[in-house]
Each structure stands twice: as C-alpha cells, then as structure tokens.
C-alpha cells in the first residue's frame, strides 16, 4: 500500500500491473438503458441525467476509433502517457445487439489500449458477450473490466433510487464474471440519505465476498432535469452533510478488503449541470481531509475487525 496513502489507490495498481501511468480514454456511444426504454421502466434511476451518467465526453456521432485517437493525443500530450483504458462510461454498455457490440469492442485493439472498462447494470450481462470477451481478451492481450452500479445494498433504497434491479441481480452478474476472471469495478454512493451505518458496512462486506476488484465511490449528485432535482426541491429528504459522507468513506474502507483498489473517493459534476454537488466544496479538499483523519488517527483500508472499534469511531467522528 501507498506508504502516503491510508488506502490501495487505483493508481498504484496500475503501475503494479503494467509498470507505468495508466490513464482512461472515455468513449461516448449512442445508447439505451432497460430503465429508460421500457423494458425494466421508462423514469430512469432519479440520479441519472440524459447523458446517461457521464459529463465532458465526446459526441457520441464520432466513431470509437475517432474518440479514442482525439482523446488519446490530447491526454497522452498532457501526462505523457503510452498506455490507455478504453472507457465505456454512458447508459449500460452490454445493453446493445450482439453485432454491434462485438464491432464497438474490437475497434479498442489497439497497440496502446491495455484494458477496455465497460459500465453496464448487472442485469445486462450475458454469458454470449462474456464468451466473446473472452476470446478476445486472450486473442489480443487486452484486459477486460466490467463495472457495475451497486450504489448501496439497501433494498428499499434501491427501490426509492428506481434502479429496477436488486442486489440479487448484482451478485448473479459478479458470479458469472468471475467465472471469465474479468475483473469487476462497483460503484457506491455514500451518502444516500435512507442508508444509514448498517447498510454501507452491509455494502463493503458483499463486494468483500463477490471478488470485486476496485470500488469507485461517489457523493450523491443532484442533477439538473433529474427525479431526484424535484425530490430535492420538494424537501422530501435531507442531504447529508460533508462531515457525514467523510465518516461513510471512512467507515466503508477500513471494510472494505485492503487489496481493493479504489478509483475515488469522491466524484463531481458540472456546476452548471447540477442543483448540488459536494456541498460547494472542491472535490480534492473533501479527499484530502479523508486522507489526513484517517493518517493522523492510524486509521487504513481494511483494517476494522470488530465492532468495539466501529462503536469507537463514531464517537470520534461525532
């Protein structure tokens, strides 16, 4: 582990695996969900926007091979990078015919691309694409990463979140990745006002079981034109605070097991995309202070054990 960092950052997981910076190249494609096309529900999950979760991407009318070259020499310029991760971040990326996704994959291998990452919903996944990127992994060297939108293992949360999938979805789809040996990255949200302690300890403990190999972490967002924007203006719940989101994180990574790779500790939207974000704070000051309780009080990923000590830090952090 980082000797400067209280937890495993995905950072230096990348050096350890391909011996250098390794950074994302972000993918736009023009995609559905089974959330909002009818076949799950037609709302969407509240938080999601019309962008399908992601900001300051290409157009999605520009090819993969056009996005990936565009995107590449404008990063590759600015941190000197060689080696990229093909990133398909919008809506659920498995959630496409056959045909076409075997073409929006294969257009990824390249000779600087060492991983392709594909967001998608637990219930998207399917033995036939995981067979073909299978056999393309092992044909062209390149790893394959899923991510999947857990968000939290609270049932009735999900169901406020409309997420039209449960936590029995997610644990069939880790099943059946890990029996590829893909490695799978879960997104959490953190401070989901209906979660209380219980159910972000809950979280941390089924990705321990699953084999989840890196966890990205969120605050919750309130985005603009959203379910959760009206929710939110209507006062139907209270935002929790910063201090109160630092505790989650805290909280879920001495859970979380220590060699899990976290990607972040906290993301951010666009000011003039959202109604909320971050409580108006820089999204490094909100990591930074993480860092720095966890450092000063010896406190590291993975390292809670009982709960004495669990009881203990939330008297600490009150």
Known sequence: MNRDLPYFPISEYYKLEYGQKVYKLPVKLSLSCPNRDGEKSTKGCIFCSESGGSFENLPSFLTVDRQLEINKNYIGSRYKAKKFIAYFQNFSNTYVEFEKFKNIIEACNKEYIVAISISTRSDCITYKKLDFLS???????IDIIIELGLQTANYKTLKILNRCEDLADFIKACNMINEYGFRICTHVILSLPWDDDEDIIETARIINVLRVKEVKI??????????LEMMYQDNEFKMPSKEDYQKNVILFLRYINKDIAIQRLVGRAPKEDSVFCNWNCSWWMIRDEIIDYMNENNIFQGDMSCQKE???LKGEMK
């Open 310 to 312: 669990y009881k203990k």
């Open 135 to 141: 056999d393309f992994s092992k044909k062209t060297g």
């Open 218 to 227: 969120h605050s919750l967002f309130v985005i603009k034109n959203t379910k």
